[in-house]
């Protein structure tokens, strides 16, 4: 079974998605925002991120840069997650190396079609 | 819903359209013609039936049979059949229409323009193989309307998230407000135009790749077959066939015959395209 990391400062949001992707049968872990999510990640790895933007301590562009910074990672696929719907925020994160990005709201198909097209499902 | 106005409606829609509507799908009809009732200026379902006896207004049946049609679409639908294109068909088609660099596709059920844009994108990636080529991508569909914004190729953040990946959201589209424009280099490649299923093919020509998917399904048995021997005869000797996940030829056509091992792919049963593309008979 894949890990999946859901990484939102909203209760809500995180249910939601915990709710869809244990669906499609991946185990879930949930962080509150970047820095939580970065210690997660070096408790135990997950095969992807789903990842906020806007969260306070740490945001999801932060968290994301520090991940791929660090050579001693088994990098995750990460997927963003996040109101942000422009294309300058799209551009900005997949030239920090997302590997997808969904535009909220989402929901079980967007997340399902995404999982696809980054080899998850 | 009275059992002669639905048998009327059936009947009027499978002569227009080839549509089968059994009697479950009574909700359907009420809940896709009470709208257009009221548009039109009446009251109840009834008395649009009531007006389409009587007037046997054209335009009218045009906006029941559209209401009716299903018109779901998204980018990549399915994934193996633009797979299967890229991977087999293109170069396949790469060889065998080297000379005469022309290539011919045809969308026969369209909708808002998503399939055949995929197959333009599709091309547009390779696109250093194919800009000396004379490539037509026609989508066509008996609805005006859905074809009305398969032209305009603007879509909403939603349809934008369905199967398309973000690097090329990124790269074929142009964000406007609440919608996302495809560029005008891939809606230029591709052709719409209004087409019933039921008329003749002639106008049409020849075309390489037929994509007809998720349409057969709404047909009966011999109109199925109608069509598919039709577009066998459109079809060139080394085309190639696309149907939906749920559809096949098998018991309704011995024109074409599944590839085996490739889903949803058919090639005519006298030609050769599976030798063409390197795959096992």
């Known amino acids: ?121 | 819903m009275r059992t002669e106005d639905f048998e009327f409606l059936a009947k009027t829609l499978k002569e227009r359209s080839g549509l089968m509507l059994t009697p479950d799908k009574v909700y359907l009809l009420e809940s896709r013609l009470t709208p257009l009732a009221r548009k039109s200026g009446l009251d109840t379902l009834e008395a649009l039936v009531q007006k389409l006896r009587v007037h046997g207004d054209q335009g009218l049946i045009r906006d029941v049979t559209e209401a009716m049609t299903t018109n779901e679409s998204f980018f990549f639908r399915d994934n193996t059949p633009f797979d299967l294109f890229k991977g087999k068909v293109l170069p396949a088609m790469e060889k065998a229409r080297g000379t005469r660099k022309r290539l011919r596709i045809w969308c026969a059920a369209a909708s808002t323009g998503q399939e055949p844009y995929s197959l333009a994108i599709l091309l547009r990636e390779s696109w250093f193989k194919w800009r000396d080529w004379n490539i037509e991508i026609i989508g066509t569909d008996i609805s005006t309307q859905v074809l009305e914004k398969a032209k305009a190729g603007t879509y909403s953040q939603f349809e934008v998230q369905r199967g398309l990946p973000i690097q090329l959201l990124i790269k074929y589209f142009a964000q406007e407000g609440d919608v996302w424009r495809l560029n005008d280099d891939i809606r230029k490649m591709v052709t719409f135009r209004s087409f019933n299923l039921l008329d003749n093919f002639f106008s049409l020509g020849t075309f390489d790749v037929i994509y007809c998917r998720n349409v057969l399904i709404y047909f009966d048995q011999a109109t199925k077959t109608l069509v598919l021997e039709r577009m066998a005869k459109c079809l060139a000797k080394d085309g190639t066939l696309f149907l939906g996940a749920a559809e096949t030829v098998l018991g309704i056509t011995d024109v074409f015959r599944p590839v085996r091992g490739q889903r949803g792919m058919y090639v005519g049963s006298d030609g050769d395209a599976e030798k063409i593309m390197g795959l096992n008979q």
């Not at chain 1, 789903?50 to 932060?62: A, Q, S, T």
């Not at chain 1, 942000?84 to 030239?95: G, L, S």
Request: net charge negative; charged share 30%.
């Open chain 1, 1 to 121: 079974m894949k890990l999946c990391l859901v990484v939102d400062d909203s209760k809500v949001i995180r249910k939601v998605a915990r709710r869809i992707l244990e669906e499609l049968s991946f185990e879930i872990e949930e962080a509150v925002d970047g820095q939580d999510a970065l210690e997660a990640c070096e408790r135990n790895m997950p095969d992807v991120v789903l990842l906020d933007w806007n969260m306070p301590v740490m945001d999801g562009l932060e968290f994301l840069k520090s991940v791929r910074a660090r050579a001693d990672f088994t990098q995750p696929v990460v997927v963003f997650c996040t109101t942000e719907n422009d294309m300058a925020h799209i551009r900005t994160a997949i030239e920090a190396g997302a590997d997808e990005y969904i535009m909220k709201p989402f929901d079980r198909e967007i997340i399902e079609a995404k999982f696809v097209q980054v080899g998850l499902i």
